[in-house]
């Protein structure tokens, strides 16, 4: 069943082009742990999820990104999360240090998107954005992606593309990059 909720979730994110290749994890609490991406593996066909615990040893087949979505499941509320690679969002997090959209979706849902620093599926990076997780359901980590959560992964889901439709509003009305129309 998991599985299922995971592919269809990934099919989204690619239709959407929120990702590309195999970029990008996503997960489910379950118990004393979570249900995470296999490392490598395609969105839209994510064959098998992993369980993790969220205090043992970690299974090597699980993605890279199990210590943000561990530290997420440690220190939030939230019961899925959704990593993605969305352009737009990633353009902006290299330039600002939090995102405040312009479109009414985005102010009503997201007023304010947090950037924080960390290297990839790092320790660092999953307490950055964990903290940050605290007080909203998206985050971009500068350069790298969204972090996105909330009660189910079609929460994490919509979080992830209303950050990117955000982001693509911003630049595309030239309140980022004046003059620049895409």
Not at 32 to 57: A, N
Not at 83 to 95: D, R
């Amino acid at each position: 069943m998991v599985a299922e909720h995971f592919e269809r979730i990934g099919k989204r994110l690619f239709a959407e082009g929120l990702l590309g290749a195999n970029f990008g994890n996503m997960s489910i609490r379950s118990g004393d742990g979570f249900f995470i991406t296999r490392s490598g593996s395609y969105l839209d066909t994510p064959g098998s999820p992993v369980f993790t615990p969220l205090e043992s040893e970690v299974p090597k087949d699980a993605s890279s990104e199990y210590r943000v979505h561990r530290q997420i499941y440690r220190m939030t509320g939230h019961q899925a999360v959704v990593h993605a690679h969305p352009p737009y969002a990633v353009t902006c997090s290299l330039i600002m240090d939090r995102i405040e959209p312009v479109d009414c979706e985005g102010i009503m849902f997201a007023p304010i998107i947090p950037v924080v620093e960390g290297a990839c599926g790092s320790e660092d990076l999953g307490g950055r954005v964990a903290e940050a997780l605290m007080g909203t359901s998206v985050v971009i980590a500068r350069g790298h992606g969204t972090f996105a959560a909330g009660k189910s992964l079609d929460d994490a889901y919509i979080f992830t593309s209303l950050a990117e439709h955000s982001c693509r509003i911003l630049i595309i009305s030239g309140r980022i990059f004046p003059g620049h129309i895409s």
